[in-house]
C-alpha cells in the first residue's frame, strides 16, 4: 500500500492539470472538521461492515489538500456568514456579516454601503456559465446567502426580522436578494419556504410555526418563476423526481419549511424530500447542459446542526451523505476540465479517542473505564464510569451540579443522545481550529499548504479564469509555471488579509 502511495503522489506531482476549469462545484460541509471527517470515514466504513477505519471517502481521494485557517476578522472561532464571504467572495469579513468586506458592521445597514463583494458564483454567472446552489439549511442560511446576498446580519434572512432601522435605511433581506437581485441562478434547492412568503405552508398547513413570515405580503417563489421559461418550482420528493433535467432550464425547490431533515429522521419513501446526493445529481443534469460549463455550490448544512445539537449520531450521518453527494459529483464530470473543491467553514468542539479504542469498535459505542486500571491506573476513569470516544467540549450534554451521567444501560447510538461535554451550553459552540482541503481538477495544485480562507475564492476564480482573473487565460502561460500576472494576484490575497486586519 505504501508503494501503491508512493507511486501516485509522484504521478501526481508529474501531471499537474493546469487546464481552464470549465465547471467548478465546491462542496461546503457546515461544521466539518478533522474530527468529523475522520469519525464520518468510520461510520462510513462501519455501515458497509468494514471495521471502519481504512475506509476511503469520496473526499479523501481528492488527490490535492492543505489546511485553511478560519479566524473572521474580529473573532478566533468564526462564523459561517463570514467564513462565507472569505471561501466564496475572497475577503475575510467580521462575525455574522455576509458578503461585505471588513468595513461593514454588525447590524449596521448604513455602514455595507460600498462594502459589497462578488462571490465567485456571481463571477460565474456573469461570464455566462450556469450556477446553482444546493444546501440541506434553508436557502437564506449563512453559507448558500454568501453565494449571492450582501448584508450586515446573517439573521435577515426575511424582512420582518430586520430591524426597523435597516428597513428604513433601505437594505434588504436576504430571501429577497436571492430572488429580486440575482435572478439568473438556473438551480435552488434546499429548504426555507418561511422566508419566501406569508401564508400557511402547503406541507404543514395546520402548524402556525410553520407559516411563512413575510411582512410584506410578497410570494418571492412566484416573483422567481416570473418572466422564465422552462422553469419549475416543487417543494415535496414526488414532484422533485419527476423534474426532467433536459426539458428544465430553472429549477427552484423548498423541500421544508425552514431546514430539510436530518437523514436520521427521514424514511425511504418515494415521497420522501431528496437527499443531498439526489439534488447534486438533478443540479448537475441541468447545469452541465450549458457550453460554457457552471458553477455549484453543494453545501451539506446539518453537520453543523447535529453537532450544536450535541448529537453526534445526527452530525456523522450528515457527514456521510455529504460525501455521497461528493461522489456523485465525481461519477459524473470529467476531472481534466471540472475543479472540486471540498472544504469546511469551520470546525466544532468535539472529539475523537480514549483508550479501549478497539480496532473496529463502534463509533457510537461506549468505551471500558477500568481498561488501564490493571497495567496503568493513571489513564483509568477517575469515577469509573464507562464513557464514548465522540465527545464535546461544550454543549448541552453536561449534567450540572450533578456527577457525570453512568451511560451503562444507555443507548449511545440512538440518534437523539446527547453525548457527554465538558462545559454547560444550550448550544454546543463552534472550533477554532484549522480545516482540510480536498481538491481534484484545474490547477487543483494550488492547494498546497497553509492557507487563509479566502484564497480558496481567488483559486476557483483563477482556475476558471474569473472576475480578476479573466484575461489570465494563456495556457501555455500557465503550464510554463504561471504568468507573472497570475502570480502577483495570487500573492494580493495575502496582501488583502492584512488590509482586512487594518479595519479591525
Known sequence: MAERDIQDALRIQRSHNTNIAKNVVMFLGDGMGQVTVTSARILKGQKAGNPGEETVLAMDSLPHVAHVKTYNIDAQTPDSGATGTAFLGGVKARFATIGVDGRARLEDCNSTRGTEVRSALVWAEMAGKSTGIVTTTRMTHATPAAAYAHTASRDWEADSVMSPEAVRDGCKDIAAQLVDDNPGIEVILGGGRVMFHAGADPEYPADPGSNGVRSDGRDLVQAWLDGKTAARYVWNGTDFRTVN??????????????????????????????????????????????????????????????????????????????????????????????????????????????????????????????????????????????????????????????????????????????????????????????????????????????????????????????????????????????????????????LSVFLQLAWF
Open 245 to 494: 433535467p433536459q426539458t428544465t432550464d430553472y429549477l427552484m425547490g423548498l423541500f421544508e419549511a425552514s431546514h430539510m431533515k436530518y437523514m436520521t429522521d427521514r424514511n425511504d419513501s418515494a415521497t420522501e424530500e431528496p437527499t443531498l446526493a439526489e439534488m447534486t445529481r438533478k443540479a448537475i443534469q441541468i447545469l452541465q447542459k450549458n457550453a460554457n460549463g457552471f458553477f455549484l455550490l453543494v453545501e451539506g448544512g446539518r453537520i453543523d446542526h447535529g453537532h450544536h445539537a450535541g448529537k453526534a449520531v445526527k452530525a456523522l450521518n450528515e457527514a456521510v451523505a455529504f460525501d455521497d453527494a461528493i461522489q456523485v459529483a465525481k461519477d459524473m464530470l470529467n476531472l481534466d476540465e471540472t475543479l472540486i473543491v471540498v472544504t469546511a467553514d469551520h470546525a466544532h468542539t468535539v472529539s475523537l479517542g480514549g483508550w479501549d479504542t478497539s480496532r473496529g469498535n463502534d463509533i457510537f459505542g461506549k468505551l471500558d473505564p477500568d481498561f488501564y486500571l490493571e497495567s496503568q491506573n493513571a489513564y483509568a476513569v477517575v469515577d469509573r464510569k464507562p464513557y464514548t470516544a465522540l465527545q464535546y467540549g461544550t454543549g448541552p450534554g453536561h449534567n450540572i451540579s450533578h456527577a457525570r451521567q453512568d451511560i451503562t444501560n444507555v443507548n449511545t447510538g440512538d440518534p437523539n443522545y446527547l453525548q457527554q461535554t465538558a462545559v454547560p451550553m444550550v448550544s454546543e459552540s463552534h472550533g477554532a481550529e484549522d480545516v482540510a482541503i480536498f481538491a481534484a481538477g484545474p490547477m487543483a495544485q494550488l492547494f498546497h499548504g497553509v492557507h487563509e480562507q479566502n484564497y480558496i475564492a481567488h483559486v476557483m476564480k483563477y482556475a476558471a479564469c474569473l472576475g480578476e482573473y479573466a484575461d489570465d487565460c494563456d495556457r501555455e502561460e500557465r503550464a510554463a509555471s504561471g504568468s507573472a500576472r497570475g502570480r502577483f494576484s495570487i500573492a494580493a490575497v495575502f
